[in-house]
């Protein structure tokens, strides 16, 4: 979950414009529930990729940007290498 490649950036924001499409044309009562699903397939892949400890140490450092109010740019990604939780 470090910033994205500069390479991959596009690729990127295409995936994130496609999982907001596919969010919208789900039913209105299942809208509510994508966030968490996609919070769920975040964090399993994250596990999966990094282990716990460092998925762990990851999340520490989400949690402490989100309790700050950061938020993603619109250009990229949050560098959460840069960040300390």
Do not use: F, K
Request: a negative charge; aromatic letters at 0%.
């Amino acid at each position: 979950m470090v910033a994205a490649e500069p390479d991959r950036l596009p690729a990127l924001r295409q995936a994130m414009h496609r999982i907001a499409d596919a969010v919208a044309a789900l039913p209105e009562a299942h809208r509510d529930l994508a966030g968490n699903a996609l919070l769920n397939v975040a964090v399993e892949t994250l596990v999966d990729e990094v282990g716990t400890s460092q998925a762990a140490r990851l999340l520490r450092r989400v949690a402490a940007l989100v309790d700050n109010g950061v938020q993603p740019p619109e250009s990229g990604a949050i560098n959460l290498a840069r960040c300390d939780a």
